[in-house]
């Protein structure tokens, strides 16, 4: 068994430490604009995966194999398609949600709307396009998509409720001190 050096632990330490945020070192505006290039990279990968399925798609019709031409021949592996579309729409939709939250207050922020939400619907129309209908329940889909934002605005509400609490108990504590 190879023994390691303490000296390659520690240069190995401090350079996964290098390339992590740090609030003294690193700014708000390059953190956000690095969280937008990840997220776009997750947003045209998961799209085009979600296009254009792994294996390609079926070229012609076959009765007895049970497959029609322009659906994807990965759906053929009912559960293995099953969660990879799953799990590639969820990607799809949390990174739109990361695109839309940081463009917040752009300028153009309507016209990143927009074209987010065609995206969506792009992705949405293809996905059911080449998709064999027996094989994916739609409606599990449209929940997956909804995951992240719903998730966002529970952890807002939350957010919200817990600074009203917090504020409730100071006027009462200072309520109380005074009489």
């Given at each position: 068994?190879?023994?390691?050096?303490?000296?390659?632990?520690?240069?190995?330490?401090?350079?996964?430490?290098?390339?992590?945020?740090?609030?003294?070192?690193?700014?708000?505006?390059?953190?956000?604009?690095?969280?937008?290039?990840?997220?776009?990279?997750?947003?045209?990968?998961?799209?085009?995966?979600?296009?254009?399925?792994?294996?390609?798609?079926?070229q012609g019709d076959n009765v007895q194999e049970?497959?029609?031409?322009?659906?994807?021949?990965?759906?053929?592996?009912?559960?293995?398609?099953?969660?990879f579309l799953m799990s590639n729409t969820l990607?799809?939709?949390?990174?739109?949600?990361?695109?839309?939250?940081?463009?917040?207050?752009?300028?153009?922020?309507?016209?990143?709307?927009?074209?987010?939400?065609?995206?969506?619907?792009?992705?949405?129309?293809?996905?059911?396009?080449?998709?064999?209908?027996?094989?994916?329940?739609?409606?599990?889909?449209?929940?997956?998509?909804?995951?992240?934002?719903?998730?966002?605005?529970?952890?807002?509400?939350l957010k919200r409720c817990s600074n009203k609490?917090?504020?409730?108990?100071?006027?009462?504590?200072?309520?109380?001190?005074?009489?």
């Open positions: 068994m190879a023994q390691v050096h303490p000296q390659n632990t520690e240069r190995s330490i401090s350079w996964f430490k290098r390339f992590q945020y740090d609030k003294e070192r690193d700014s708000p505006n390059d953190a956000r604009n690095a969280l937008l290039v990840i997220a776009t990279l997750i947003a045209a990968v998961t799209f085009q995966a979600g296009v254009n399925p792994s294996g390609g798609l079926w049970h497959h029609a031409a322009g659906r994807a021949i990965y759906a053929s592996q009912k559960h293995p398609y099953y969660v990607a799809f939709s949390a990174s739109l949600l990361v695109i839309t939250s940081l463009t917040y207050k752009y300028p153009f922020h309507f016209d990143i709307w927009v074209a987010t939400a065609s995206m969506i619907v792009t992705y949405a129309s293809a996905i059911f396009a080449v998709t064999p209908h027996e094989s994916v329940h739609f409606r599990y889909l449209l929940i997956t998509a909804s995951v992240p934002f719903i998730t966002r605005f529970l952890i807002q509400m609490c917090q504020k409730d108990e100071e006027i009462g504590g200072e309520t109380s001190q005074s009489v």
